[in-house]
């Protein structure tokens, strides 16, 4: 699988936007990108996919780069509740639904 | 609502005495995972079953196996624990397809003495 790299942490307060960027220079063209979150202690979540077109859903938007080299999570109001670890994972189109998760963003949200 | 869940949330085994950690589901999903999760890690894939076919990760311990005895229960037994193997236990289900969601459950936490 294509590697991601994102930054070890980011910070930001509450009710301010979000970005958080992924790096995926060796990306195919038939690799998704997902992004998922791992709150304290507990399991993943699914948070957003997608392959060229940028996407929105309740609970994060997802930019895609034109050529696809990165991508960036876009939460547009933080709150204390999004505090987790968010891991970007490419997926390859055929070949298993496994997920390989690389080291993840911590994001901290403050008052 | 549907979901899959984790039994125990905790559990405490002996070096080397065997261990058992459950999983069930009431998302009728084909495809069921098993991740290990080490402290400060990232979840890493052990092995997973679509429908009742086994496939193991090629670097996954002997250590660890695993049962399926119907679509909503998987078992992951660890034969021999050793200190290593301390960790959060993560259990995912999923259609099948390779961009399905995997929801994830809440993860066994095992201590080994």
């Known amino acids: 699988d294509a590697k991601t790299t994102q930054p070890n942490s980011m910070e930001s307060n509450e009710e301010e936007p979000v970005h958080l960027p992924c790096n995926h220079s060796?990306?195919?063209?038939?690799?998704?990108i997902h992004w998922y979150r791992q709150l304290p202690s507990q399991g993943p979540e699914y948070v957003i996919h997608g392959l060229t077109s940028n996407v929105n859903n309740r609970m994060a938007s997802l930019a895609i780069a034109e050529d696809r080299k990165s991508s960036t999570l876009i939460l547009h109001r933080a709150t204390l509740r999004d505090a987790a670890v968010y891991y970007c994972?490419?997926?390859?189109?055929?070949?298993?639904?496994?997920?390989?998760f690389g080291t993840g963003t911590q994001l901290k949200v403050e008052l | 609502d549907a979901m899959v869940i984790q039994n125990p949330r905790y559990q405490v085994t002996q070096f080397g005495k065997p261990v058992t950690l459950s999983c069930s589901q009431t998302l009728n999903h084909n495809v069921m995972y098993w991740y290990q999760q080490k402290s400060s890690q990232a979840p890493k894939l052990l092995f997973h079953y679509y429908d009742k076919d086994f496939n193991n990760e090629a670097d996954t311990p002997d250590n660890f196996q695993s049962r399926r005895p119907n679509t909503s229960f998987c078992f992951l037994d660890i034969r021999s624990p050793g200190l290593g193997d301390a960790a959060m236990y993560l259990c995912?289900?999923?259609?099948?397809?390779?961009?399905?969601?995997?929801?994830f459950g809440p993860g066994t936490r095992l201590l080994v003495l």
């Open positions: 995912a289900t999923s259609r099948v397809g390779t961009q399905e969601t995997q929801y």
């Open positions: 060796t990306i195919s063209g038939t690799d998704y």
């Open positions: 994972i490419l997926k390859a189109s055929g070949g298993g639904n496994k997920l390989t």
